[in-house]
């Protein structure tokens, strides 16, 4: 039978199919890697429509997969950017070398001198950093939003940063670092569109999806216009390697891939290859990752020495955040945060006393992680911040794995006995 790419085909089915045929490579199963810096032409008559197709998009080459320098792109980079629009749902996708390299490039592509940003609030300390740190430099505005639920706040801290300048980005990251904060996506698309119909110009919504990666949320249906997500949590899904990945529509993400042409930023190509192959199983390792989370937040909420737990499945019945939860979510994540009774001393207590779950910092893979968020992702932001976004001296990261959800439950009772 021909491989057949464009069947109506399911995103589970597209991350195994999607971006590779067989009869791209001698009939080889699974593709090569292509390690190499820079392409052979056939004729400098061709180099020069290669490189007219490349630039202006026109020309007999126009269309074809041709490549110049792997900078630029490369076969490897072609197949796992097909691979990420097809299961995301968009017209296309853009992979670089990490999710802060895909962030940053967006700020870059379209933050000016004098512009504004809003973004949510608890946000990933690295972007926090991006947006506050790095882009002030740049004559970027940056105001925080903190309840993404709430259509009059969202509005009121729009306005505040319309009135210091345009608002070129809203960004939110839903669920949020590390608490799980969630934000409407739908609500803050058509606060979009009303910004763009009173002032002319409509700043682009940017979701991190990186939380629930592909396929717990669907944020191009809801209409962003960059979906970005760092490749290197659930999609790599083995704490192996860095990417990220943008997709959305056309127009943004050619621009996109250009400059990032400019800024080095690409995924080289073994990296391309492993994240190629970990979409293949990203479904059902989230699945499971999912299930096991349930059972050890469900285990973590019921104990004595915990105040509480930032767990989505938790959400209470008749909250906007459970209404915006059952909307726009297929299922809760694997990543959530719980608050000891105490701080800093009980929650090095616990940290250390775990015997299977590793204390490291990142989420989404096969194995369990711990972190105390404080002193480690959001070192680096303001401790009133921190404390706006819920996080207290007592709160401790997790990113729940695919191991046996018993031993998880076991290692957590007792590490909680020595607290
Ligand atoms: C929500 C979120 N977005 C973006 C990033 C950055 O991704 P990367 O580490 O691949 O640069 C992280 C990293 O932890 C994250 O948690």
Redesign the pocket.
Same mark, same amino acid.
């Given at each position: 039978m021909p491989h057949d790419p464009a069947g109506p085909w399911h995103p589970e089915t597209l991350a195994i199919m999607a971006g590779y045929d067989p009869a791209m490579a001698s009939g080889a199963a699974k593709p090569p890697v292509y390690l190499t810096s820079t392409f052979v032409y056939e004729s400098a008559a061709q180099a020069r429509d290669i490189h007219e197709a490349y630039f202006r998009g026109t020309g007999p080459m126009a269309g074809q997969p041709n490549y110049i320098y792997a900078r630029l792109s490369h076969p490897n980079l072609a197949m796992l950017e097909t691979r990420l629009a097809a299961i995301d749902g968009a017209e296309r996708a853009a992979v670089f070398a @990490? *999710? &802060?390299?895909?962030?940053s490039a967006i700020a870059f592509q379209h933050v000016r001198p004098g512009d504004s940003v809003l973004h949510c609030r608890p946000?990933? *300390?690295?972007?926090d950093a991006l947006y506050n740190q790095l882009m002030p430099r740049f004559g970027a505005h940056v105001v925080q939003m903190f309840d993404g639920c709430d259509g009059e706040h969202i509005r009121a801290r729009a306005d505040l940063a319309l009135a210091q300048g345009p608002l070129a980005l809203i960004v939110i990251?839903t669920p949020?670092?590390p608490t799980a904060a969630i934000t409407d996506i739908a609500l803050v698309v058509a606060i979009a569109d009303e910004i763009g119909a009173r002032t002319g110009r409509r700043p682009l919504v940017v979701c991190?999806n990186?939380?629930l990666a592909p396929f717990a949320q669907r944020p191009i249906a809801l209409g962003v216009d960059y979906n &970005?997500t @760092?490749? /290197?949590?659930y999609c790599g899904g083995h704490s192996d390697l860095?990417? *990220?990945g943008v997709s959305g529509r056309a127009e943004l993400i050619d621009a996109l891939a250009q400059s990032r042409t400019m800024l080095g930023s690409h995924c080289d190509p073994f990296t391309c290859w492993l994240v190629l192959r970990s979409l293949e199983s990203v479904a059902v390792r989230s699945e499971r990752a999912m299930a096991n989370a349930a059972q050890v937040a469900t285990f973590l909420r019921d104990h004595a020495k915990v105040a509480g737990v930032t767990y989505l499945g938790f959400l209470p019945a008749g909250s906007p955040q459970r209404a915006v939860f059952d909307r726009q979510c297929h299922g809760a994540g694997s990543t959530f945060s719980f608050h000891l009774h105490g701080g800093q001393d009980e929650a090095f207590r616990l940290l250390d006393a775990l015997r299977l779950v590793k204390q490291a910092? @990142?989420?989404g893979g096969s194995e369990t992680l711990a972190c105390h968020s404080a002193t480690t /992702?959001h070192y680096n932001v303001p401790a009133a911040d921190r404390a706006a976004g819920g996080i207290t001296e007592g709160t401790i990261r997790l990113s729940v794995g695919i191991e046996h959800p018993d031993d998880l439950i076991a290692d957590f009772a007792q590490a909680l006995e020595q607290v």
């Open positions: @990490s *999710g &802060m390299a895909a962030q946000i990933y *300390g690295g972007t990251e949020a670092n991190d990186t939380f &970005m @760092s490749l /290197t949590k860095l990417a *990220g910092v @990142s989420l /992702t």
